[in-house]
């Protein structure tokens, strides 16, 4: 059956998301959600949802939702792109912005998709190795047709100033689209980039601040030009009825967001003191999740141990830059202080 599936297909790997653990009883902090709830005005749409609306197809250039992010950003409608999950957004940049002869350039380690999304269109990757520190040095001869700038990153958790971003994509010569997923945690973003800059897109996601990774909804801002390119190789409705009415009033309520997101980096604080004082080596977090590399044992051991007591991280053993650290999704503060507890135990040779 070889011969029916596309080389490039055969060839490569396809992307492994994060396990959703099932049962009950369990730690859920590897796939970087969010644990508290969304906006109340979620609950009160849901249940005002005329299902006969559900019959039709949904609007498919998301007028409402894409006036409410353009009202949230300073901007106009024309500048707004909704996808189907930030994926989709990244998958279609790739195609709008990158020829058969072109190429796509991330940082290595990043997001672990886009080297995938690159494979699927059979263009050539031109990954950026980050330092030891995991930080980021351009050379000065590189080029590419789009760039995916994740920042601040992930897995490491760090952010990369905005004067480096600034000088690098008005240095560029191809698309670059700043993958902010975890903007809100941060202490600064780039979405001034995305319209001051006619080659920038800045992409956000809610699934991670507004508690919503359920509903598949992301989206970019930038030059209307590059916005209109999207638009014109999306899928016809690509974005369901109930996300885009979910999404909108989510989006209204600045207040619940903001509100979570403080309790995530209280908490982020706390877990980031404790795991140092257990002699942890804990990157500078401005996302929802901790970078650790552990002392005293093994990450994989600890990921190991962790799992066995039904607390879940993240661990990237397939990388020898990344196998002697986990990362840590920011939970409730119980969930915190039960995966501190287990952390502790096992350091101090306890079962």
């Not at 409410?68 to 989709?88: K, P, Q, R, W």
């Not at 994509?169 to 001034?192: P, R, S």
């Not at 009825?241 to 979910?246: A, N, R, S």
Request: some cysteine; proline content about 4%; hydrophobic content about 40%.
């Amino acid at each position: 059956m070889g011969n029916l599936i596309r080389k490039s297909v055969q060839a490569m790997s396809g992307y492994v998301p994060g396990e959703q653990p099932q049962g009950e009883n369990i730690v859920k902090l590897n796939t970087n959600e969010n644990p508290y709830l969304p906006s109340a005005d979620v609950q009160d749409i849901l249940s005002m949802i005329d299902v006969q609306a559900l019959a039709r197809y949904p609007d498919p250039v998301c007028m409402e939702l894409r006036k409410t992010i353009a009202e949230l950003h300073g901007c106009e409608v024309e500048n707004i792109f909704v996808g189907n999950g930030s994926d989709e957004v990244l998958a279609l940049c790739i195609r709008a912005f990158v020829e058969r002869t072109g190429s796509v350039g991330f940082f290595d380690p990043s997001y672990s998709l886009y080297p995938i999304l690159a494979d699927i269109e059979d263009v050539k990757k031109r990954p950026i190795a980050l330092d030891v520190a995991f930080g980021w040095q351009m050379p000065a001869d590189y080029s590419a047709s789009l760039f995916f700038l994740t920042n601040p990153n992930a897995p490491t958790s760090l952010q990369y100033s905005t004067a480096n971003v600034e000088s690098f994509v008005k240095n560029f010569g191809g698309v670059v689209l700043i993958d902010e997923a975890y903007a809100d945690f941060a202490k600064e973003n780039c979405m001034d980039f995305a319209l001051t800059c006619g080659n920038v897109l800045v992409a956000r996601t809610l699934s991670k601040s507004y508690s919503l990774a359920g509903i598949r909804l992301g989206y970019c801002v930038g030059n209307a030009e590059l916005i209109g390119a999207l638009h014109k190789i999306k899928d016809s409705y690509n974005v369901n009825y109930l996300t885009q009415e979910i999404a909108r009033v989510a989006i209204l309520d600045q207040d619940t967001m903001k509100a979570n997101v403080q309790a995530i980096v209280e908490t982020r604080k706390m877990v980031a003191e404790k795991l140092a004082e257990l002699g942890f080596s804990v990157a500078e977090s401005e996302t929802n999740f901790l970078w650790v590399k552990p002392l005293g044992i093994a990450a994989k051991t600890l990921f190991e141990t962790l799992r066995s007591k039904n607390i879940i991280v993240r661990y990237f053993e397939n990388d020898e830059r990344t196998k002697d650290y986990l990362r840590v999704t920011i939970g409730t503060a119980p969930e915190m202080f039960q995966f501190l507890d287990a952390v502790e135990s096992l350091l101090n040779g306890e079962s």
